[in-house]
């Protein structure tokens, strides 16, 4: 505590980010989550911002599977899964979500982040080329700075600057090439094109890896993920995604794709041989929920109507969104103060969304990010537009004001 100069730097840079308006508070919940969440003033909200796609996060039935696995199993393991914190809880989970994901085995990490922090490293090095969609996750980015293969970079969702990277990497006489990309965007909505990153990889004789931690549970017409959507089922390398959001919003990670990697991943991916293993409830409910929706897209299915309907109806009160079919629906407000202020009303009007503005989104394009649920009722979203609505007018930003 010598050291007066290291607090006060960082008590200036804390000042700095809440004069730029980058600090970011914590709302505090005090109810389960869900369509309707309880603030801790006592007010209810509808919530627009949490990753529950499915609606399974505050669910009775996933909170009942959780506890069964609790009882079952136990609170924790105290252990790493290769010393004596391997369940058959875990063992049944991995091939759950090898059967889901249509791969051949599953490794469980204790968040996506470790999954993708701990996949690369093992796997590739200095000869090899990693090619990386510029607007891909922040823990893919950390892991392939872990890594020491040749990093290229191409325009986010870009298929000729792709190509380009592809032959940069030939050229250059690398051994192997992946090409990784998130299965979504999580800021856009955008859907990677998995079928021209295919046939990309089969010409240039690369690997893929996809991230579909805003995809596994409801994207494709059975909820498998981004490569069912894009109709390339069995052609991805690597698979990682999370069981924090649609999967039931615990936490927890993973990464799937052939018995050789996984394999190699299990012996030499360090977030996995470092850190405690995945809380058997957490594993016990994410079974649950897999078995769920492996009986059923009514979920899935409902999840799209509110996603048609929302994208239609917030276009039609006058309000600009990006195109699309995912449930991430940017509804742009271009100005960063507008975007703020935009937030902080809705939010007095009882509706819970996240704003961005730069530098997490371009300059100019700030927006507020609206998230549907299958846990929404038609009667909420209604009011939810009615919201938006008031608010534009007040602000004086509908396009046919
Ligand atoms: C949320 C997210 C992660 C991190 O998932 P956790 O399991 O919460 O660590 C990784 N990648 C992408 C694309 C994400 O959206």
Same mark, same amino acid.
């Given at each position: 505590m010598s050291d007066q100069a290291f607090y006060s730097g960082l008590q200036a840079k804390l000042e700095t980010l809440r004069n730029d308006g980058l600090f970011k508070p914590e709302r505090v919940i005090a109810s389960r989550q869900g369509a309707i969440v309880t603030a801790q003033d006592g007010r209810t909200l509808i919530n627009m911002c949490a990753n529950n796609y499915l609606g399974l996060s505050g669910d009775e039935q996933t909170s009942t599977a959780a506890a069964a696995a609790l009882e079952k199993y136990g609170y924790g393991l105290s252990s790493v899964r290769f010393i004596c914190g391997t369940q058959t809880v875990h063992k049944e989970l991995e091939q759950k979500l090898s059967?889901?994901?249509?791969?051949?085995?599953?490794?469980?990490?204790?968040?996506?982040?470790?999954?993708?922090?701990?996949?690369?490293? /093992?796997?590739?090095?200095e000869n090899d080329a990693i090619i990386s969609d510029a607007l891909n996750h922040a823990s893919i980015i950390d892991g392939v700075r872990l890594c020491k293969a040749a990093r290229y970079r191409y325009a986010n969702n870009d298929m000729a600057d792709l190509e380009k990277q592809l032959i940069a990497a030939t050229e250059a006489g690398k051994r192997h090439k992946i090409i990784v990309t998130d299965g979504v965007f999580s800021m856009d909505g955008t859907i990677a094109q998995l079928d021209k990153i295919v046939e990309l990889a089969e010409k240039y004789g690369a690997l893929t890896m996809i991230d579909e931690s805003h995809a596994s549970g409801f994207m494709g017409k059975t909820g498998r993920g981004t490569h069912e959507h894009c109709g390339v089922i069995g052609k991805i390398d690597i698979i990682t995604g999370t069981l924090g959001k649609a999967l039931g919003g615990a936490m927890g990670g993973f990464?799937?794709?052939?018995?050789?990697?996984?394999?190699?991943?299990?012996?030499?991916s360090r977030p996995y041989l470092f850190s405690n293993t995945l809380a058997p409830m957490i594993a016990g409910a994410s079974l649950s929920v897999l078995d769920r929706i492996s009986k059923s897209t009514e979920l899935r299915d409902r999840l799209?109507?509110?996603?048609?309907?929302?994208?239609?109806?917030?276009?039609?009160?006058?309000?600009?969104?990006? /195109?699309?079919t995912h449930p991430v629906v940017p509804v742009m407000l271009f100005d960063a103060p507008i975007a703020q202020k935009f937030a902080a009303r809705m939010f007095e009007l009882g509706v819970l969304l996240s704003g961005f503005f730069y530098p997490v989104v371009p300059m100019g394009q700030a927006r507020v990010r609206v998230q549907l649920s299958a846990a929404h009722t038609r009667e909420q979203l209604d009011t939810v537009l009615k919201a938006f609505e008031q608010a534009g007018k007040e602000l004086g930003i509908l396009k046919n004001q």
């Open positions: 059967e889901f994901l249509g791969t051949e085995d599953t490794i469980l990490y204790a968040a996506a982040f470790d999954a993708n922090g701990g996949v690369f490293e /093992p796997l590739f090095d990464t799937s794709g052939r018995k050789e990697v996984i394999e190699t991943l299990r012996q030499k799209h109507e509110n996603t048609a309907y929302f994208r239609k109806e917030i276009e039609r009160i006058g309000f600009t969104i990006k /195109p699309g």
